[in-house]
T-cell receptor, first 112, second 112 residues
Framework: GEDVEQSLFLSVREGDSSVINCTYT??????LYWYKQEPGAGLQLLTY?????DMKQDQRLTVLLNKKDKHLSLRIADTQTGDSAIYFC????????????FGQGTELSVKP | DAGVIQSPRHEVTEMGQEVTLRCKPI?????LFWYRQTMMRGLELLIY????????DSGMPEDRFSAKMPNASFSTLKIQPSEPRDSAVYFC??????????FGPGTRLTVL
């Protein structure tokens, strides 16, 4: 189908790791992205991964890509209360124009 | 780098009035996107431009919505006449090919 799928909610304790999962649809997507949206703000580009990579690490963030299963995950190590937000995964649908297809977003709640 | 600039940040208007939202993309970006976000429908792509040319306007909900991009540094989204169901946060984003979209802070529109 056309949809990028994410679970809607995730709750973790401060200091634990968070793993947010996403399944995408187009095996030819060259880039996949993670965005973060804090309350009242726009979407902030967190990280992206090129489709020929399996993993990308950036400080506390680790992105894993399983192309066979079209599965993307974002792991946040040592989750902090400031990480509470909605996280969107997205796949690129038009390499020239940059059109993205977004998932519905996962609301991460971090409890102290 | 100022990022994507949107104005106004908040707009309250009465049903039937014309509303114009404005966006200045990041300098050098060749694509511009207009989104609408609501609790009920999530994030919806309304229209996007590549090199100032509209590429896909299939997300524009009705003829009351129109968008223009007269040059590489400016775009408008107009709603005429506005209705209460148009109340939402409208985001503008820009990108440079596959390197991810960068979002503005959004315009919160309330139509009474």
């Amino acid at each position: 189908g056309e949809d990028v799928e994410q679970s809607l909610f995730l709750s973790v304790r401060e200091g634990d790791s968070s793993v947010i999962n996403c399944t995408y649809t187009d095996s030819s997507s060259t880039y996949l992205y993670w965005y973060k949206q804090e309350p009242g703000a726009g979407l902030q580009l967190l990280t992206y991964i090129f489709s020929n990579m399996d993993m990308k690490q950036d400080q506390r963030l680790t992105v894993l890509l399983n192309k066979k299963d079209k599965h993307l995950s974002l792991r946040i190590a040592d989750t902090q209360t400031g990480d509470s937000a909605i996280y969107f995964c997205a796949e690129i649908r038009d390499n020239q124009g940059g059109k993205l297809i977004f998932g519905q977003g996962t609301e991460l709640s971090v409890k102290p | 780098d100022a990022g994507v600039i949107q104005s106004p940040r908040h707009e309250v208007t009465e049903m039937g009035q014309e509303v114009t939202l404005r966006c200045k993309p990041i300098s050098g970006h060749n694509s511009l996107f207009w989104y609408r976000q609501t609790m009920m429908r999530g994030l919806e792509l309304l229209i996007y431009f590549n090199n100032n040319v509209p590429i896909d306007d299939s997300g524009m909900p009705e003829d009351r919505f129109s968008a223009k991009m007269p040059n590489a540094s400016f775009s408008t989204l107009k709603i005429q006449p506005s209705e209460p169901r148009d109340s939402a946060v409208y985001f503008c984003a820009s990108s440079n090919r596959g390197l991810g979209q960068f979002f503005g802070p959004g315009t919160r529109l309330t139509v009474l």
